[in-house]
């Protein structure tokens, strides 16, 4: 079974610098996908940036991006010029490409912006 | 655009009652998830529906019981709820995956409080 490690409950920055989120995922597939969600207190889920792991082009949009090191099995994502507005729960996921297309979340980290 | 819709969006029960959950998947979304979130921690898949057959079953207790219907809305039955019940219930939609890429669209949760 695929998991999905966090090991940063809780991360900080000040406003307009960059961040960055580490995520590590423990898999026997060679194709699959990954996810960064956002969730800020209303709780809704928002996908921020997703990586196709037959890419090696790491995957960006706008300040968000990611480093996806396949071999190493890591998955972090930079945020740069951090906003008020980015303060929220960030959860790494993962998805195979064929079959069960569930998505298997990590434990999550919360970040804080500091003005 | 047409999102995931969830009903209710709040609900308060007693311990040993019942309770439905309700999904409306977008338009032309087949295909249809269920997350358990509980307070804390991270979205766990609990199971998923594609053409009105079960696709793929997680951590559902065994007092819960779900199903899709023939317009593609989903709900989700618990039965003798106990206080561990107690979470946010994401439903998410999806057009089928197979082996391309589809997102899931996550609507904005019910929230289950068992008194």
């Known amino acids: 079974a695929q998991t999905v490690t966090q090991s940063q409950p809780e991360m900080s920055v000040q406003e307009a610098e960059t961040v960055t989120l580490s995520c590590t995922y423990d898999?026997?597939?060679?194709?699959?996908?990954l996810f960064w969600y956002k969730q800020p207190p209303s709780r809704q889920m928002i996908l921020v940036i997703r990586?196709?792991?037959?890419?090696?082009q790491n995957a960006t949009e706008n300040r968000f991006s990611v480093n996806f090191q396949k071999a190493a099995k890591s998955f972090s994502l930079k945020i740069s010029d951090s906003q008020l507005g980015d303060a929220a729960m960030y959860f790494c996921?993962?998805?195979?490409?064929?079959?069960?297309?569930?998505?298997?979340f990590g434990q999550g980290t919360r970040l804080t912006i500091n003005p | 655009a047409a999102g995931v819709i969830q009903s209710p969006r709040h609900l308060i029960k007693e311990k040993r009652e019942t309770a439905t959950l309700k999904c409306y998947p977008i338009?032309?979304?087949?295909?249809v998830y269920w997350y358990q979130q509980g307070p804390g921690q991270d979205p766990q898949f609990l199971i998923s529906?594609?053409?009105?057959?079960?696709?793929d079953k997680g951590s559902i207790p065994d007092r819960f019981s779900a199903q899709q219907f023939s317009d593609y809305h989903s709900e989700l039955n618990m039965s003798s709820l106990e206080l561990g019940d107690s979470a946010l219930y994401f439903c998410?939609?999806?057009?089928?995956?197979?082996?391309?890429?589809?997102?899931?669209?996550f609507g904005p949760g019910t929230r289950l409080t068992v008194l």
């Open positions: 998410a939609s999806s057009l089928p995956g197979g082996s391309s890429y589809n997102e899931q669209f």
């Open positions: 898999t026997s597939e060679s194709d699959y996908y």
């Open positions: 990586q196709e792991a037959y890419k090696q």
């Open positions: 996921a993962y998805r195979s490409a064929e079959g069960a297309q569930k998505l298997v």
């Open positions: 338009p032309r979304h087949d295909t």
């Open positions: 529906f594609y053409e009105k057959m079960q696709s």
